[in-house]
């Protein structure tokens, strides 16, 4: 977050010190390769270099 979104960081630096409980009730993305396509192989990629590659960081 310090990284990628300083602005948001210097906001809220609270939010990179919380546990996992405020997780209860929340969505997420599944990646049905059948339904969605993958040309640049992001399902294979961990969150850091998914990242590294959207900002252009190789």
């Known amino acids: 977050m310090k990284k990628y979104h300083p ?25 049905y390769k059948s339904i969605l396509s993958d040309p640049d192989g992001y399902r294979g990629m961990s969150a850091e270099k998914v990242l590294a590659d959207l900002f252009s960081e190789r």
């Open 7 to 31: 602005g948001l960081y210097r906001k809220y630096p609270e939010m990179v010190y919380r546990d996992k409980t405020y997780l209860k009730r929340y969505n997420r993305m599944r990646w």
